[in-house]
């Protein structure tokens, strides 16, 4: 099966630290999106590109924030500098249309 | 804009008994709407999903959900609970021909009595 790979797994870093995550969506789909999960909040947009296209980061602390697509192989999303308020799982989802979306299985992220 | 609802933060039944997961949506225009699911750990994986085709759609695992427009509804449904069925479920909707942006419900923790 197809999937959507993200890299690192976890990260623990210090706060002030850059973070940069990454993401492989699958091959053909043109939309890629990146979520924030954290019990207080559930699950909130961060930021959302249709073929390589940013379309929506609304979502974003654009003071700390970034999303970047530098070719339909890669998504990034960097954070700095890091904040232990950032501390959460970040997922990437990448699909089709509104035909339904594949999920990474996410970065963990702690910010100490 | 669109927004979902999902009523019940935590639903529990027994083993072999009805699962019925409510969700309503919110949508300007005709939506898609979405049933993930979401396992300890582990990233969402789509369970099933309605794109204006059949109003009865069936998923994964036995799990099948009704749109209803005239309720604005999408409530899932299993005939016969499992254990294995113990996770988080997430309803979503995104709009058909606009963004297409997709928004989440808050979830159901779903817990199996034995």
């Known amino acids: 099966d197809a999937r959507v790979t993200q890299t690192p797994r976890d990260k623990v870093t210090e706060m002030g630290q850059e973070v940069t995550m990454r993401c492989q969506p699958i091959?053909?789909?043109?939309?890629v999106f990146w979520y924030r999960q954290t019990m207080m909040q559930g699950l909130e947009l961060l930021a959302y590109?249709?073929?390589?296209?940013?379309?929506?980061d609304s979502g974003m602390p654009k003071d700390r924030f970034s999303a970047e697509m530098p070719d339909a192989t890669l998504a990034t999303l960097k954070i700095q500098p890091s904040e232990p308020r950032d501390s959460a799982v970040y997922f990437c989802?990448?699909?089709?249309?509104?035909?339904?979306?594949?999920f990474g299985s996410g970065t963990r992220l702690t910010v100490v | 804009a669109q927004s979902v609802t999902q009523l019940g933060s935590h639903v529990s039944v027994s083993e072999g008994a009805l699962v019925l997961l409510r969700c309503n949506y919110s949508?300007?225009?005709?939506?898609?709407l979405f049933w993930y699911v979401q396992y300890p750990n582990q990233g969402l994986q789509l369970l099933l999903k309605?794109?204006?085709?059949?109003?009865l759609v069936k998923g994964i695992n036995g799990f099948e959900a009704e749109f209803k427009k005239s309720e604005t509804s999408f409530h899932l449904t299993k005939p016969s609970a499992h254990m294995s069925d113990a996770a988080e479920y997430f309803c979503?909707?995104?709009?058909?021909?606009?963004?297409?942006?997709?928004?989440f419900g808050t979830g159901t923790r779903l817990t199996i009595i034995p």
């Open positions: 979503a909707v995104s709009e058909v021909g606009g963004n297409e942006k997709l928004t």
């Open positions: 309605y794109t204006s085709a059949a109003t």
């Open positions: 989802a990448s699909g089709f249309g509104g035909y339904g979306y594949t």
């Open positions: 590109f249709r073929n390589r296209a940013p379309l929506d």
């Open positions: 949508s300007s225009v005709p939506p898609y």
């Open positions: 091959l053909g789909h043109n939309t």
